[in-house]
């Protein structure tokens, strides 16, 4: 990939502690990463909403989502799938950096580019959330039909199936959607975050 020349960083005129005042609380990345069906999505979603509610402000990257979008001209191999995954993490810092939680749902099978997006969000902070629920569940789930199609040969590079999914090994949260309720989960996920992001006194912004 060629590499840009003839730029040079241009310095904001609103500071961290600036955001943090208006919004009542520090902008961080909330990564949500597992396999496909352990239930990612509906707790990113479920979660942007209960923050929202609460007077976060916040926003939230889904995998599918970003695809028709911003990495729509990506594929499934492991190249596309690392450049995937650093795009989303630029963008995830970039939002953590003005002052939002951003909370994203990405299988991102591979640790070394899960450090990348952690890297990325260097100057915010970086929360990776493992969904932990195992194959066999989540191949049960299989909402898509993608496990189905997969076993069939008809969908191929399948995270699970025919391509790798590295665990984290050392992630903030886990959270085992296989053993636990949606609102189980949900409330774990909430109440961390709020946990180690509490707002300022008085901070909410108005719904």
């Known amino acids: 990939m060629a590499k840009s020349t003839n730029i040079t960083a241009v310095d904001h005129h609103v500071d961290s502690q600036h955001r943090r005042q208006r919004f009542g609380h520090d902008g961080v990345v909330i990564w949500l990463t597992g396999l496909s069906a352990s239930g990612k999505s509906t707790l990113a979603m479920g979660l942007e909403e209960r923050l929202l509610s609460l007077g976060y402000a916040c926003y939230t990257l889904d995998g599918d989502n970003v695809r028709h979008g911003l990495n729509a001209n990506l594929g499934f191999s492991p190249e596309d799938r690392a450049e995937n995954i650093r795009r989303v993490g630029e963008v995830a810092a970039l939002f953590a ?22 890297f990325a969000a260097r100057r915010s902070r970086f929360h990776e959330v493992f969904v932990a629920a195992d194959l066999a569940t ?3 789930r299989d909402p898509k039909g993608l496990y189905r ?4 040969g008809q969908l191929h590079d399948f995270t699970g199936i025919d391509a790798p999914y590295e665990q984290p090994e050392s992630a903030e949260l886990v959270i085992d959607t296989s053993s636990q309720t949606e609102a189980q989960s949900l409330d774990l996920l909430t109440e961390y975050v709020v946990r ?9 912004l108005p719904l």
């Not at 950096?97 to 952690?118: H, M, N, Q």
């Not at 199609?149 to 069939?152: E, H, L, P």
């Open 138 to 140: 989540c191949e049960g």
């Open 149 to 152: 199609k997969a076993r069939a």
């Open 97 to 118: 950096e003005a002052g939002l939680i951003c909370i994203t749902a990405f299988i991102s099978p591979y640790r070394v580019d899960r450090e990348k997006a952690r």
């Open 196 to 204: 180690h992001n509490p707002q300022a006194p008085g901070s909410s």
